[in-house]
Antibody
Framework: QVKLVESGGGVVQPGRSLRLSCEAS????????MHWVRQAPGKGLEWVAV????????DYAEPVKGRFTISRDNSKNTLYLQMNSLRVEDTAVYYC??????????????WGQGTLVTVSS | DIQMTQSPSSLSASVGDRVTITCRAS??????LNWYQQKPGKAPKLMIY???SLYSGVPSRFSGSGSGTDFTLTISSLQREDFATYYC?????????FGQGTTVEFK
């Protein structure tokens, strides 16, 4: 079955960097677009970034543009999120999500369990 | 950016009740509207896609309707396992925005 497992979260000081990973299994990772979505404590869902299956197209939410970089290694079935210049407001659980490319509306049909990033001095 | 507004923010209901949640987009998104369920400490789960298509494995008591800017999620007979927070999401354009969520609480 489809499985997404995030890792790399932790406590980091403002201004520092962190790299999240999302290991995929149970599906052909290399043909699907993938997203990162975050959720601040007690808050709603916020879309962060997307990469196409071949990294030819990437997009970012305005709050993270220029600081975060999404990437993938299809040979390792792994999605990444490089987060630089972290701010307190980046504190959240970060989820990776698979895009349901078989559906025209491209919903997120599988999610990881999330990894918590806490930015604090 | 397309803004998604859900109402109500929370509601109290009992097992067996019919529950309706509304989602409004700031501009037309045709049928590019999805609904997710999230329980505390868990990842969201896809329930409805394309405004009205039931995702695989989702009970038939869940249904969605609407097009353009106004959408509805209905639970025909609320079950204990349905108490959760529900989010709408538009996938018409980037950024893929979510509504603020509607929490269905036990009355």
């Amino acid at each position: 079955q489809v499985k997404l497992v995030e890792s790399g979260g932790g406590v980091v000081q403002p201004g520092r960097s962190l790299r999240l990973s999302c290991e995929a299994s149970g599906f052909t990772f290399s043909v699907y677009a993938m997203h990162w979505v975050r959720q601040a404590p007690g808050k709603g869902l916020e879309w962060v970034a997307v990469t196409s299956f071949d990294e030819s197209k990437k997009d970012y939410a305005e709050p993270v543009k220029g600081r975060f970089t999404i990437s993938r290694d299809n040979s390792k079935n792994t999605l990444y999120l490089q987060m630089n210049s972290l701010r307190v407001e980046d504190t959240a659980v970060y989820y990776c999500a698979k895009e349901g490319t078989m559906m025209v509306e491209l919903p997120f049909d599988a999610w990881g369990q999330g990894t918590l990033v806490t930015v604090s001095s | 950016d397309i803004q998604m507004t859900q109402s109500p923010s929370s509601l109290s209901a009992s097992v067996g009740d019919r529950v309706t949640i509304t989602c409004r987009a700031s501009q037309s998104i045709t049928s590019y509207l999805n609904w997710y369920q999230q329980k505390p400490g868990k990842a969201p789960k896809l329930m409805i896609y394309g405004a009205s298509s039931l995702y695989s494995g989702v009970p038939s008591r869940f249904s969605g309707s609407g097009s353009g800017t106004d959408f509805t999620l209905t639970i025909s007979s609320l079950q204990r396992e349905d108490f959760a927070t529900y989010y709408c999401q538009q996938t018409y354009s980037i950024p893929r925005t979510f509504g603020q969520g509607t929490t269905v609480e036990f009355k």
